[in-house]
Each structure stands twice: as structure tokens, then as C-alpha cells.
């Protein structure tokens, strides 16, 4: 395996490198040389659209969907929602995955949803140790940090140093519970409504609701002018 | 398979580094190997536990110097080839081999929101026993298959306490080499961090890790 996928990155960068000499022949006002990975992934996406194996205009619905359309602004609401209504957070807690789906947030990477609350003595932290397990339909695709080796290595052994990594310091008194996403649960961080928005209906609490929030690694900050 | 996919608890790997106003995609390229990677996924030639098995056995040194869609981009390209939906021919000559047909991709753009919105549920609706109960203590087997396998080696060995039932999914250790789904209950297990890291950690911080009954045993 090790040998043939060393053959394939080598021939895949010759084949590459034939595509840069047409490019450069044919566009001579090119400014910007195209980076390897840039041809390379070009040159296989042509192949797998002359073999008919996929669709050039879903590759760019894919794209736009996670690009435009699906994103942490989905998981805001879902918290400004349990923050406001007593109700919907009990239902988020006892059956994540169906009262996400409320909203219509179903599908790839978050087919089963767990909600985990934070308290004044008790805080959740998401990660996936062995690759990037993200729950999808609430959050999008993750960022790089999330995938990046000193996250998944650190936010087991020592969560409360990341934190501090992200600005938060937790009291000592205060329980930490790490979610390993090993399985194909996905997990989302409920944070604690921040003090000060009590006047807030649920559009302006959500807009203050962020990504690093719903993984764990920060608070949600009270509003900065007191007023929306 | 005991590789450096499996990072919990390394060290030395330097700061995090989260960025300001971050894209979703860094480049076009991402963005095309990302969609490239789903779209295949629907001839049904591989399953997600066979498309990580495919990321994790990317020689190791790679694995740590490649970019996050670098090793999506080398992950699939073996993948597809191992899986017959192209030759490695056709990979190095970039266009498919001489007379061969072309076929119809099962992913359009048309059902693009309704296959998204649906997913792929790895639970099961087939009956299964489970062999732990919440509240029981458990140990994690120590075990290092040389295939896929989602306990990780920081939890090998170490006692915990199953903290509730999600109900019966896919086992990833079979599925990944295609040997059937062989599905099985998961478990969220709560290990106290001084149970894996000693008397370092606080006694006040746990880690709850996803287990299938594959992978604990009774104590």
C-alpha cells in the first residue's frame, strides 16, 4: 500500500505537471501559477467527470451547501431556542436528534444528535481524538483548529489548558466532562445564557451565540452594549 | 491499527492555532476534493468507516505532514482505485481508458439537498442484546487490531463506567474491511481523568468516550 500510493502522488504530480505546461501555453497573461494540489485535484475531477462518475453541477451544490448554506448560525438558533423555551430544551436534551429537526437541521454527520448542558459548575468540551467528527447540520463543516493535531491530542489529557488556550478559565470547582466523538454520535454543547439578556428574544440571543461555544472551548459573552 | 491517527493524549504537537474569519474552504481545491469524496461515496463502493480506514493508513509520517484535504484527496484516490471505479492507469494518464463507457453518476445536483438532508444513519432497527447496563463498571479490552478501529489507545485497559445506551449501530471494526455491519449497541463510557492519566489530572474532569460492546468487557 505504502509503495503504490507513493507511485500514485508521484504520477498524479507528472500528470499534473503536463496540465501546468498547457495551461501556461495556452493562458500567457497567467499571473498566479496554479499550486500542485490545485492541478492535481483538477486532473481528477476531469477524469472522474469524463468516466461519468460524478456530476460536475452536484460537486458544486455540495460546495455551495456548506459554503452558504449550512453553518453555526443553524446550532444559534437551536440554542437562543432551549434558552427561551423550557420545553424545547428539555425535548433537546432528552431527543437531540429530533428536536433539532424541528428546525428541518437533519442529515449527513448529524443523523444522531446528543445535546450536552453546561451549568455554573459543570462544562462540556467537544472533540474527535481519531479524526474530525463534527456534528454537520448545527455547526457545517469544522474548522481546521478542530482537525489539527494539537487539539485532538491535548483536549483529552489536559481540557482545561486548551481552554485557557481559547481565553477561558474554568474554576477549579467545576466539573469538565470531554465528549470523544469515537462513534457516530455527534455531539453539540449547549452553553449557559450569558447575564444581561433577559429583555432578549430569541433572534438577538442567537446572534450572540458562537461556533467555539457549541464545542466547548468558550462562553458565550454577555452582550457589549447592553441593548439590541 | 495502532497509528498516529489516533492522537489523544500526544504531546508535542504545539499550540492551536484557530484563525480569525475563517473560510470554510482554504482554496478551490479543498472545496472540489471535499465534494469529489461525497459525490463517489454514493456508488456504494466503500463505507465512511472503510473511507477513514483509508485516511488512517496513509504512511504515517505522511499522515502528520499532509494537510487535512491532502490526505482526503490521497485517501480517495486509493479508494476508488482498490474499489474497481477506476485504474490506477487511468489516474496517471488522467483520462479513462480507451473504449470504456461512460457511466451515469448517481449524485445530481437535483437530489443534492434531499440526500443531504436524509444522512446516513449508522443505528440499526435490528434486535440486539445489550451486554452492558447503565452503571456498570467496565473495562476497555486491551486490544491493537492491525485493521480499523474506533477505541482508542488511551482508554485501552482503563475502567469506567457506562454512562448511558444509545441503542445499536454499526461496528466499525468489520465494516471497514467489509465483513458485514455486525451491529451492536454503543455506549457513552465515563472514564475519570485520573483512571487515564494519573494523578496529573484533575479529580474533577472526565472523558466520555463512545463504545460499542466489542469493546468492553465486565469487571
Not at chain 2, 11 to 17: D, E
Request: net charge positive; proline share 6%.
Amino acid at each position: 500500500m505504502d509503495a503504490t500510493r507513493r507511485g500514485f502522488l508521484a504520477a498524479a504530480g507528472a500528470a499534473a505537471a503536463q496540465d501546468l505546461a498547457k495551461a501556461q501555453d495556452h493562458d500567457h497573461n497567467h499571473q498566479v501559477v496554479p499550486s500542485d494540489a490545485t492541478l492535481r485535484v483538477k486532473a481528477l475531477e476531469s477524469l472522474l467527470v469524463d468516466k461519468g462518475l460524478v456530476d460536475r453541477a452536484a460537486l458544486d451544490a455540495l460546495v455551495d451547501t456548506y459554503e452558504h448554506k449550512i453553518g453555526p448560525r443553524n446550532g444559534a438558533r437551536v440554542v437562543a431556542r432551549a434558552w427561551v423555551d423550557p420545553a424545547y430544551r428539555q425535548r433537546l436534551l432528552n431527543d437531540a436528534s429530533a428536536a433539532i429537526a424541528e428546525f428541518g437541521y437533519t442529515g449527513i454527520q448529524g443523523e444522531n444528535m446528543v445535546v450536552v448542558e453546561n451549568t455554573p459548575k459543570l462544562h462540556n468540551l467537544v472533540v474527535c481524538t481519531l479524526c474530525s467528527c463534527y456534528p454537520w447540520p448545527v455547526l457545517g463543516l469544522p474548522p481546521a483548529w478542530y482537525k489539527s493535531a494539537p487539539y485532538r491530542s491535548q483536549a483529552v489529557i489536559n481540557p482545561r489548558g486548551v481552554m485557557r488556550e481559547f481565553g477561558l478559565e474554568l474554576a477549579d470547582d467545576v466539573e469538565v466532562r470531554v465528549w470523544d466523538s469515537t462513534a457516530e454520535l455527534r455531539y453539540l454543547v449547549l452553553p449557559e445564557r450569558p447575564t444581561g439578556t433577559e429583555s432578549f428574544n430569541e433572534e438577538a440571543l442567537a446572534a450572540l451565540v458562537t461556533r467555539d461555544s457549541m464545542i466547548g472551548v468558550a462562553k458565550v459573552s454577555p452582550p457589549a452594549g447592553g441593548k439590541v | 491499527m495502532n497509528g498516529v491517527h489516533d492522537m489523544g493524549g500526544m504531546q508535542g504537537f504545539g499550540p492551536i492555532q484557530p484563525e480569525k474569519n475563517e473560510p470554510v474552504f482554504h482554496a478551490r481545491w479543498e472545496a472540489r476534493i471535499y465534494a469529489v469524496t461525497r459525490a463517489l461515496g454514493f456508488w456504494g463502493k466503500w463505507n465512511i468507516d472503510a473511507s477513514r480506514y483509508s485516511r488512517e493508513v496513509i504512511p504515517q509520517a505522511d499522515y502528520l505532514r499532509m494537510s487535512y484535504y491532502e490526505k482526503w484527496f490521497a485517501a480517495v484516490t486509493e479508494l476508488a482505485i482498490a474499489r474497481g471505479l477506476v485504474t490506477r492507469a487511468e489516474f496517471q494518464g488522467g483520462k479513462p481508458a480507451r473504449g470504456s463507457a461512460k457511466q451515469k453518476p448517481p449524485l445530481t445536483a437535483n437530489r443534492v439537498p434531499a440526500v443531504e438532508a436524509r444522512g446516513a444513519s449508522a443505528r440499526r432497527n435490528v434486535p440486539s442484546m445489550p451486554q452492558f447496563r447503565v452503571g456498570q463498571n467496565v473495562r476497555a479490552r486491551n486490544m491493537h487490531p492491525l485493521g480499523h478501529t474506533r477505541l482508542p489507545r488511551y482508554a485501552r485497559g482503563k475502567l469506567g463506567v457506562i454512562d448511558r445506551d444509545h441503542g445499536v449501530f454499526v461496528f466499525p471494526d468489520t465494516n471497514a474491511h467489509f465483513l458485514g455491519e455486525k451491529p451492536q449497541h454503543v455506549y457513552s463510557v465515563r472514564f475519570e481523568s485520573r483512571e487515564l492519566w494519573g494523578t496529573q489530572a484533575s479529580t474533577r474532569d472526565f472523558v466520555y468516550i463512545d463504545m460499542w460492546d466489542d469493546y468492553l468487557e465486565p469487571v
